[in-house]
């Protein structure tokens, strides 16, 4: 467990902290966005902001899958598991994620078939084994995830399954973070790469963020001091003019990605004109279809979808979260309203999402702080 | 969904792009037809992700993901209960 601790070790992570203020002009004030719920997750359990000088906060963007579809989409879901003879599948995660007229498990309570799976493979296997059902896998996640429904859709073909289909609401990182910069909300001064998705995309891709807009960003990984070390290199770059893409995660992540994962992305699924992202609205090119080759697998061809548009509840303050422009805190319901056991945004259902993690383990972190400044 | 969790491969499946791996002592079969070049084999670890393995990394690092993940909670217990209930063949 060597390297455990080695990732773990307090001494290192004051002597990088010490390096970090040392790196910090007096009186600036820094922005980093994370776009990747694990980082979240990992600076709210571990308290990474305490390790760090007033002057650099950490603000969470648009990392979690699960939060970011908007309520219409869960609504069209629900209408396609309300069809007859029909098996919606997907991943525990979207279970709890209200849409205008409940979720997955109110739906399930009132008679539609809807199961959760682990994979997309396991949907095939229903699929397989159901051949008088027709079984539709709701596609949620970022590039991470998008290439397992591409897998599962070449091998639902090579297989000459017909009764299978992909409800498809894979997104893609890249156009949301151009949108976050192109905002007026926020003024950033560079970003962590989110990790795993850049095992499929590579580190080349983020190019327009550091040539176009001058932002640094460093790909990270999950461990506190991965956190630590990927700041102090964002500043490092900032401190000597540079913006540059920076691989902090590279026993991980190659540079160029997995060109096999891309490909079979490209092969099935094509990016659509625009996306709705719950709290950013609508993005051009933001996710992914299913492309005419497959139309066969796509279920937004085979079933009628009412593809309405629903607001979020006024209360609910996910889009200013999801945007980094609230800390999930500042959000008027949080905690009180809006808990993880009766969420009422997305941000509180999944677990990657920043106010879960926020409320179950950033209390902790405030206690340290209290603790440090008695 | 959205975790990786390391395994390590038990057993490569002759003629099919699947391995079986172990994880926390938990062993089910997993795609591995993102990793074709890698040549994976028996002992290898491999970050795995609703039931594709996503890239091989080395021991320590999957020692160390897996203790970081053993800390965050539910969501964890959460991923090996449905890797349970996973029949990926």
Redesign the interface.
């Known amino acids: 467990?060597?390297?455990?601790d080695e990732?773990r070790d307090a001494g290192k992570a004051r002597a990088l902290a010490a390096s970090i203020a040392s790196l910090c002009e007096p009186g600036r004030h820094y922005k980093f966005m994370e776009v990747c719920?694990?980082h979240t997750?990992?600076i709210y359990?571990h308290g990474i902001e305490d390790y760090l000088p007033e002057g650099i906060s950490l603000v969470h963007g648009p990392g979690?899958?699960?939060c970011v579809i908007p309520m219409g989409r869960v609504d069209d879901a629900i209408h396609i598991a309300s069809q007859p003879d029909v098996i919606m599948t997907s991943?525990?995660?979207m279970m709890r994620v209200p849409g205008g007229d409940g979720s997955f498990f109110d739906a399930k309570a009132k008679g539609a078939d809807i199961r959760?799976?682990?994979?997309?493979?396991?949907a095939l296997?229903i699929a397989q084994q159901n051949p008088d059902r027709r079984v539709v896998f709701m596609g949620?996640?970022f590039e991470?995830?998008a290439?397992?429904t591409a897998?599962t859709v070449l091998r639902a073909a090579a297989a000459g399954v017909t009764n299978f289909s992909v409800f498809c609401n894979h997104v893609t990182i890249l156009p949301a973070i151009k949108a976050i910069l192109d905002s007026p909300d926020l003024r950033l001064d560079g970003f962590i790469g989110p990790g795993?998705v850049s095992?499929?995309i590579g580190c080349r891709p983020y190019s327009f963020i550091t040539d176009d807009y001058g932002k640094p960003l460093v790909v990270a990984g999950?461990?506190p001091l991965d956190l630590l070390q990927s700041v102090h290199m964002l500043l490092a770059q900032l401190a000597a003019g540079r913006s540059e893409v920076e691989n902090q995660y590279g026993?991980?992540?190659?540079w160029d990605g997995?060109a096999?994962?891309l490909d079979?992305i490209g092969r099935t699924m094509e990016p659509r004109p625009y996306f709705e992202w719950r709290g950013l609205g609508f993005i051009s090119h933001s996710a992914l279809r299913m492309r005419d080759e497959y139309a066969a697998f796509d279920a937004e061809r085979i079933f009628d979808i009412p593809g309405g548009r629903v607001a979020d509840p006024k209360a609910c303050q996910c889009g200013e979260v999801l945007k980094g422009v609230l800390k999930p805190w500042e959000c008027k319901v949080f905690g009180t309203a809006c808990t993880p056991e009766t969420p009422i945004g997305t941000c509180m259902v999944?677990?990657?999402g920043a106010c879960a993690a926020y409320y179950?383990f950033g209390r902790f972190t405030r206690e340290r702080v209290k603790e440090a400044t008695r | 969904?959205?975790?990786?969790i390391p395994g390590e491969i038990v057993e490569i499946m002759p003629d099919r792009p699947l391995a079986k791996v172990d994880v926390t002592g938990v062993r089910r079969a997993v795609?591995i037809?993102?990793?074709?070049?890698e040549g994976l084999a028996a002992g290898d670890w491999v970050?795995i992700?609703?039931?594709?393995a996503?890239?091989k990394?080395?021991e320590?690092?999957a020692?160390?993901?897996l203790?970081?993940l053993e800390?965050?909670?539910?969501?964890y217990d959460?991923e090996i209960d449905?890797?349970r209930?996973?029949?990926?063949?």
């Open positions: 467990m060597r390297f455990v990732y719920g694990g997750h990992t359990k979690c899958p699960v991943f525990g995660d959760m799976v682990y994979s997309p493979l396991d296997k949620i996640g991470t995830t290439p397992s897998m795993h095992t499929v999950f461990e026993r991980v992540v190659p997995n096999k994962a079979v999944s677990s990657e179950n | 969904m959205c975790l990786a795609n037809g993102l990793l074709d070049g970050l992700h609703v039931g594709f996503m890239s990394i080395d320590a690092e020692k160390a993901t203790t970081l800390g965050i909670g539910a969501a959460d449905a890797l209930e996973s029949g990926i063949d």
